[in-house]
């Protein structure tokens, strides 16, 4: 094992990550953060920034900006969670991975702090990008929430731009099981004199957005008022076109082409288009060619990956992170208009996830294959296949996300269709 590998391990080990453990790597407050941010003598305050909270499309909000910002020319950071595949995905700067020896040194020099004052994983982590940032000189950063809004430790920044993507069902254990108390704590990020996009008009949760506006004095946007997107049929599996418009007005006023492929990603370009409104307000020079440019090539510029992903053809294997109600239900829209002779699922679960309504939404004409990630707080596939039969859904469990992937790669034909996800861990053991 390298250096390297030895403080990722440390970190696991030492300090508890939410996404592996759980609850109890959860803080409610912004305590230690705040020691942190003193102790490196607040480098957020170096460049500017733009937060993104929300509970579905944060993180390709947060990708499609910064593909847009580095085609115009800004040298811009990105923070994101959780990583896939590297803990380095969390960090980058114009798509490229904070460098290993920059995550060793950083440890190393202030490990004896760190162990002083017990911050989370999280809270480590944000550290880590908010110097990191500082130290390369970056124009711009975008810091996308971990979970909630209002004591989550991005939330001390005071960006250009704040954004919600949306409210959905997640994390209520932590944030309420009403949307509206979810939307309460997403609200937390609002702060006085910062605009405010908010990617959609739900009607259980637009007054609290708008009341927490008008109570800190700031303007409000929401992007569905502003823009609507059609999306356009092309049988190109690796491009997606929308068509763009205003919402009651008949004609559309441009078109844009992307490489992300998700039926959802309409909300969340609304949400990214009306968020450059703002940005160009704050004196961005963003041009529309700029906007076309970067929303074309958001993978490739950003090395976004597991959001409906096409990992192979014939069979076509697709994969997701989506692990929501809001976001699953999206996905099987699509993929009920797809044409296929057979859909394979390969699905896995954390197990502090209520799957009651999540699992009704699956097609019972499939063939399941249940398993779990190797991480702690998986579900147990003989639970999964458990809940899912009393949902009428037939399948086998298997251990392992391989041998579970493996199996339906055996069985599909060259005409159906394999969708992996459930949970971002089951998605990362694939791609």
């Not at 440390?10 to 003193?38: C, H, S, V």
């Not at 703002?278 to 074309?296: A, C, I, N, P």
């Amino acid at each position: 094992m390298n250096r390297y590998d030895e403080i990722i391990q440390w970190m696991f080990n030492q300090i508890p990550m939410y996404q592996r453990t759980g609850k109890a790597a959860y803080k409610a407050d912004l305590e230690t953060t705040l020691k942190l941010d003193q102790y490196f003598n607040h480098p957020h305050k170096k460049y500017k920034t733009i937060h993104v909270a929300g509970t579905n499309g944060k993180g390709s909000v947060s990708h499609a900006l910064a593909s847009v910002l580095q085609t115009a020319g800004y040298k811009t950071g990105l923070y994101t969670s959780p990583h896939l595949k590297d803990y380095r995905e969390r960090i980058r700067i114009n798509g490229e991975m904070i460098d290993k020896d920059y995550v060793v040194g950083f440890v190393e020099k202030h490990q004896a702090f760190f162990e002083e004052i017990q911050p989370s994983f999280f809270e480590m982590s944000v550290a880590l990008a908010f110097q990191y940032f500082a130290d390369k000189n970056i124009d711009v950063a975008i810091m996308e929430v971990g979970m909630g809004g209002r004591l989550d430790s991005t939330n001390i920044i005071m960006p250009e731009v704040s954004v919600i993507t949306n409210i959905g069902l997640d994390h209520t254990a932590f944030l309420g099981t009403e949307l509206s108390a979810i939307a309460k704590e997403k609200a937390g990020v609002i702060k006085n004199n910062v605009p405010v996009v908010v990617g959609e008009s739900q009607v259980e949760t637009q007054p609290v957005f708008v009341q927490r506006a008008k109570e800190i004095g700031t303007e409000i946007f929401f992007a569905d008022k502003f823009y609507k997107l059609e999306d356009q049929q092309t049988g190109d599996l690796l491009k997606k076109r929308f068509k763009v418009g205003e919402p009651g007005k008949g004609e559309f006023l441009f078109e844009i082409k992307t490489d992300l492929l998700g039926f959802y990603q309409r909300k969340n370009l609304a949400t990214v288009l009306k968020t450059i409104d703002v940005l160009r307000e704050k004196d961005f020079d963003l041009k529309q060619e700029h906007v076309l440019k970067g929303l074309s090539k958001v993978k490739k510029n950003t090395s976004f990956s597991g959001r409906w992903q096409v990992l192979g053809e014939k069979p076509l294997v697709l994969c997701d992170t989506a692990h929501n109600r809001e976001g699953i239900s999206i996905n099987m829209e699509q993929i009920s208009k797809m044409n296929f002779d057979k859909v394979h699922f390969v699905l896995g679960f954390v197990n502090d996830k209520s799957l009651d309504q999540i699992l009704t939404l699956l097609p019972k004409n499939a063939e399941y294959y249940f398993t779990k990630a190797d991480i702690p707080r998986a579900l147990d596939e003989h639970e999964l296949e458990k809940q899912a039969l009393s949902k009428g859904l037939h399948g086998k469990s298997f251990g392992t996300v391989k041998e579970a992937f493996q199996q339906a790669r055996k069985a599909a034909g060259q005409k159906d269709l394999i969708y992996v996800g459930g949970s971002t861990f089951v998605v990362s053991e694939i791609i």
